[in-house]
């Protein structure tokens, strides 16, 4: 009677795409809630419980960059080879390592191989420097309040050094899937209790797949526990499985016992206790692999055949455990990319620029990240690397290369690409989407909001960040989308409102009122770039107040972010910037407000519907995402992921 029930659960043979789907709906794995607190030197491998934010800037004190002389750069304006200079050494110049802290009064380097030593006190300059030549500035690699790392981040062994360079000691990750494995036969040894083999008994065999199926579990970031061997007894092998459970385990695998014949009496097990889900699948080998639910808990039944055994856990067991920790199953493999911007290298040089990689319809799109050297962000953030050879002088926008993936590639088709304005929101959103769903990513690119709407013209991003002021109407970014997105029907969504205002130094020393002072001539501004939706309005605020730019010191000293201009500001760069007051506040700066603004996403109409896209408006629209928005000071979050406007 059992023999012949087993018969007809075999013939239900499902293909493995059914099957796990089987499984998954049946189960609905959800990353484990459990969470723990460890030293970050243990932290490689683990999963963040929670969004990581940088405690202390990246660098967090002024220092040197190359090995030389410290110097005030206003001391060397107009030295040339034809008009040197000398320097006393101790006083004019003072010697320095790279990474030693910059002394007072001091704002620039000059290389040694840059200058002559004329004798123990006097050193000659042929070229000048500008400020802050040759230094790292505080916060040039990240600032403090800075998301690190979202949460269901794996953290990888670099990830170490911007956690640590972050102030981040201790770090909260989720629990470790457990695992128990049940090995069953009796004609296995356990390896351990045999200390000859030669004395190995004919008909038994030594147990290995749980040796195997161990390591694969750690590999996927879990924790085997392994019982004993159970022998081919259905009570035993029944015990076994409910002492399991008494473990609370997360899954429990059987080892071998899961084909139909006489002497495997694990489906017949899991009938009487459970709910048998799929008993047997349509690969080779790995056929009787079993697929069940015993009392809440997943369960899977792997063959004894060690290659079948490997099969079905890749199949099977290794993308539940990834979903157990909110994670995708991760590959390894490279993939042709086109570059959403010029990369320029220089001749003689074999460059490794890391990117940020998105799908942009049929096209993966490379965002190159920070070139700086000393940018541990730069890795941490990376989802491929791009090799540039040293016969090339870059790569042009738009042209086709090859990246080598640092992530699974169905993250990067799970990938919103978002370029134009820079906004801090979006990092907030980021976080969101990865709590909204397990393989959806922002990777964005700041070229200014011009920039955002020239790349969705030119098919390089899904979304552009916009804040593009129209002087004549008051209206934001509609002018500018009908005159550059003439043939692309596009949905506006209204991001945030926020405030943008002027960012000085704590206690505003230079007591300025508004954007009028800025004119007085004693200040040294720092200005966004080009095309950038701030540069827009500072400009309409000029003209609308009669002040000819000339007159503003630093007009054109640019920055692409809202957080370098306040790193500007906090560095004595300048001594004030147009920006957000979430910028402000993440350093501890003053914030004199100017006006609001409108802050939306642009999205072509043809992806309006696409999943991811749909998931981003959701998460925009939820009360979690309105609520940290409303934390960070400066942002009316009340219209987030209202459609107001189809161009």
């Given at each position: 009677m059992n023999e012949v029930?087993?018969?007809?659960?075999?013939?239900?043979?499902?293909?493995?795409?059914?099957?796990?789907?089987?499984?998954?709906?049946?189960?609905?794995?959800?990353?484990?809630?459990?969470?723990?607190?460890?030293?970050?030197?243990?932290?490689?491998?683990?999963?963040?419980?929670?969004?990581?934010?940088?405690?202390?800037?990246?660098?967090?004190?002024?220092?040197?960059?190359?090995?030389?002389?410290?110097?005030?750069?206003?001391?060397?304006?107009?030295?040339?080879?034809?008009?040197?200079?000398?320097?006393?050494?101790?006083q004019e110049a003072l010697?320095?390592?790279?990474?030693?802290?910059?002394?007072?009064?001091?704002?620039a380097v000059i290389m040694v191989e840059k200058l002559n030593q004329i004798d123990e006190g006097t050193i000659e300059i042929e070229s000048s420097a500008f400020p802050w030549q040759n230094t790292r500035k505080i916060g040039e690699d990240f600032v403090a309040t800075e998301l690190l790392f979202p949460q269901n981040h794996r953290i990888r062994p670099f990830d170490l050094g911007t956690l640590i360079g972050g102030g981040v000691l201790w770090v909260k990750v989720r629990r470790r899937p457990r695992v128990s494995l049940i090995r069953t036969g009796s004609e296995l040894m356990d390896s351990s209790s045999i200390s000859d083999v030669s004395l190995l008994q004919r008909g038994k065999i030594i147990e290995s797949n749980s040796a195997v199926l161990s390591h694969l579990i750690r590999e996927c970031g879990a924790e085997p526990i392994v019982g004993d061997i159970v022998e081919d007894d259905a009570e035993k092998i029944k015990r076994a499985l409910l002492r399991a459970m008494d473990t609370e385990a997360d899954m429990v695998i059987v080892l071998a016992g899961s084909s139909a014949g006489k002497r495997d009496f694990t489906a017949e097990v899991i009938e009487e206790i459970g709910e048998l889900?799929?008993?047997?699948?349509?690969?080779?080998?790995?056929?009787?692999?079993?697929?069940?639910?015993?009392?809440?808990?997943?369960f899977v039944g792997i063959p004894g055949y060690p290659v079948s055994s490997y099969i079905a856990f890749n199949q099977f067991v290794r993308?539940?455990?990834?979903?157990?920790?909110?994670?995708?199953?991760?590959?390894?493999?490279?993939?042709?990319?086109?570059?959403?911007?010029?990369?320029?290298?220089k001749l003689?040089?074999?460059?490794?620029?890391?990117?940020?990689?998105?799908?942009?319809?049929?096209?993966?799109?490379?965002?190159?990240?920070?070139?700086?050297?000393?940018?541990v962000t730069s890795l941490s953030r990376a989802e491929g690397i791009?090799?540039?050879?040293?016969?090339?002088?870059?790569?042009?926008?738009?042209?086709?290369?090859?990246?080598?993936?640092?992530?699974?590639?169905?993250?990067?088709?799970?990938?919103?690409?978002?370029?134009?304005?820079?906004?801090?929101?979006?990092?907030?959103?980021?976080?969101?989407?990865?709590?909204a769903d397990r393989g959806v990513r922002i990777a964005s690119g700041n070229v200014g909001s011009l920039g955002g709407l020239m790349a969705l013209q030119k098919g390089t991003?899904?979304?552009?960040?916009?804040?593009?002021?129209?002087?004549?109407t008051g209206e934001y970014n509609i002018s500018y989308i009908k005159r550059y997105l003439k043939r692309m029907p596009v949905h506006v969504f209204n991001l945030v409102e926020r405030e943008q205002g002027l960012i000085v130094r704590k206690g505003n020393p230079h007591k300025l009122g508004g954007i009028e002072d800025l004119a007085r001539g004693d200040l040294r501004f720092v200005n966004r770039q080009q095309g950038s939706g701030t540069r827009v309005l500072f400009d309409y605020k000029l003209q609308e107040m009669g002040i000819d730019n000339s007159r503003i010191q630093g007009y054109d000293n640019e920055e692409y972010t809202h957080m370098n201009v306040a790193v500007a500001v906090l560095n004595g760069v300048a001594d004030a910037g147009l920006g957000i007051m979430a910028a402000a506040r993440a350093l501890d700066l003053e914030f004199i407000p100017v006006l609001k603004e409108q802050y939306d996403l642009v999205i072509p109409s043809s992806l309006v519907n696409d999943w991811?896209?749909?998931?981003?408006?959701?998460?925009?629209?939820?009360?979690?995402?309105?609520e940290r928005v409303k934390g960070l000071g400066g942002y009316n979050p009340e219209k987030s992921g209202v459609l107001w406007k189809i161009v």
């Open positions: 029930r087993r018969q007809k659960i075999y013939l239900k043979m499902k293909d493995p795409k059914e099957a796990l789907e089987i499984f998954f709906k049946h189960l609905r794995p959800e990353p484990i809630p459990d969470a723990e607190e460890l030293p970050v030197h243990d932290s490689p491998g683990r999963v963040t419980a929670g969004p990581v934010f940088a405690k202390i800037s990246a660098p967090h004190f002024q220092s040197a960059a190359m090995d030389g002389v410290a110097v005030r750069a206003e001391d060397t304006y107009g030295v040339t080879e034809r008009n040197p200079k000398r320097l006393k050494l101790g010697w320095i390592n790279t990474g030693q802290v910059m002394p007072e009064e001091k704002n889900l799929v008993h047997g699948v349509t690969i080779m080998p790995g056929k009787p692999t079993i697929l069940a639910e015993v009392k809440g808990t997943p993308p539940f455990l990834y979903r157990l920790q909110g994670l995708n199953v991760p590959e390894r493999q490279s993939a042709p990319v086109i570059a959403s911007r010029d990369i320029p290298s003689g040089i074999e460059e490794f620029i890391r990117v940020n990689i998105g799908s942009v319809g049929e096209r993966l799109v490379a965002i190159p990240l920070t070139r700086a050297a000393g940018s791009i090799r540039i050879p040293s016969v090339s002088e870059g790569i042009v926008a738009g042209e086709e290369t090859k990246a080598e993936l640092l992530v699974d590639p169905e993250e990067i088709a799970s990938t919103i690409v978002i370029i134009g304005s820079h906004d801090i929101t979006l990092d907030v959103l980021a976080d969101e989407m990865r709590s991003a899904h979304v552009a960040g916009s804040h593009l002021l129209d002087p004549e991811k896209i749909e998931l981003l408006i959701s998460a925009a629209r939820s009360e979690e995402f309105k």
